[in-house]
Antibody, heavy 119, light 110 residues
Framework: EVLLVQSGAEVKKPGESLRIPCKGF????????IGWVRQMPGKGLEWMGI????????RYSPSFRGQVTISADKSIGTAYVEWSSLKASDSAMYYC????????????WGQGTLVTVSS | QSALTQPASVSGSPGQSITISCTGT?????????VSWYQQYPGKAPKLMIS???DRPSGVSNRFSGSKSGNTASLTISGLQAEDEADYYC??????????FGTGTEVTVL
């Protein structure tokens, strides 16, 4: 079965660091791009950035550049998004998604990781 | 990179057709045939409904269709059904090398 699996919900305090994974199964990780998408409570979808599973070429949306770090380890077929110092405003659902090279359709989606940042 | 513009809500009666617009610029929607549409139920991950402007992935109902004219893409749902009640988002590749989502449209079946 082809799928993306994300980790469970996280509860963190402001200022703490966090890295959440997204592991791909059943497809070639190296021939796909992985994207990270934020959805704040009751709000729409926002692109954070994308990374090429093979080359690790990474592109950030302007709003997220410098705020998060996106990385990938193709040896284990896993992508990550990382915060060095969380803020309350980072509380949201985070989805990873995958697209095959040359397509525009993000056809694979993880189940989402809910991040809550609260003192 | 600004979000693409979608109507906040669209409604229709069962059996009717509705169309959701997605307006961008020459740097995104108008510049590439890389527009896709996603359906999202509350508390669930989005699902790809249309890719490359008008391609329907396997398993997606043929009641869903996509098109584009200039800087505006559209998603049409024909034969509206209760199960179509969800949020819909467009997305486009952009000249910056990243993607951008639309503002989202809530579809209500009356």
């Amino acid at each position: 079965e082809v799928l993306l699996v994300q980790s469970g919900a996280e509860v963190k305090k402001p200022g703490e660091s966090l890295r959440i994974p997204c592991k791909g199964f059943g497809y070639s990780f190296s021939t796909h791009w992985i994207g990270w998408v934020r959805q704040m409570p009751g709000k729409g979808l926002e692109w954070m950035g994308i990374i090429n599973g093979g080359s690790s070429d990474t592109r950030y949306s302007p709003s997220f550049r410098g705020q998060v770090t996106i990385s990938a380890d193709k040896s284990i077929g896993t992508a990550y998004v990382e915060w060095s110092s969380l803020k309350a405003s980072d509380s949201a659902m985070y989805y990873c998604t995958a697209i095959a090279g040359g397509s525009s359709g993000w056809y694979l989606w993880g189940q989402g990781t809910l991040v809550t940042v609260s003192s | 990179q600004s979000a693409l513009t979608q109507p906040a809500s669209v409604s229709g009666s069962p059996g009717q057709s509705i169309t959701i617009s997605c307006t961008g610029t020459n740097s995104d929607v108008g510049g590439y045939n890389y527009v896709s549409w996603y359906q999202q139920y509350p508390g669930k991950a989005p699902k790809l409904m249309i890719s490359e402007v008008s391609d329907r992935p396997s398993g997606v109902s043929n009641r869903f269709s996509g098109s584009k004219s200039g800087n505006t893409a559209s998603l049409t749902i024909s034969g509206l059904q209760a199960e179509d009640e969800a949020d819909y988002y467009c997305a486009s590749y952009a000249s910056s090398g990243i993607y951008v989502f639309g503002t989202g449209t809530e579809v209500t079946v009356l």
